[in-house]
């Protein structure tokens, strides 16, 4: 069950970058991030606590931190 975290910060992937090749997921501690159909990363707003393991994961450069937007439960743009 997910629960939403008190983290500031959320992983976003750059979607049209993504190579879905799962580097992000292995590295991901929260399981926060998945590659649904091995065609591109999505990430769990609910878990991800912004820590920036998969963006170093990450080959293709494509995973940026963000703020999150709090209010709303939405993500920051
Ligand atoms: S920033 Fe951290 S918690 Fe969020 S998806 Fe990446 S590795 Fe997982
Ligand atoms: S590691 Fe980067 S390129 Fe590979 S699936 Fe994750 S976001 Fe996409």
New binding site residues.
Partial sequence: MASIVNSKKIAK?MEKE????????KSCPRSA?D?PKGI??VVDSASCVGCGL?QK????S??EIKARALEGGGEAA
């Fill in positions: 992937v993504c190579v879905g090749c799962g580097s992000c997921t991030i590659v591109c990363a998969c994961a990450c080959p293709a494509v995973i």
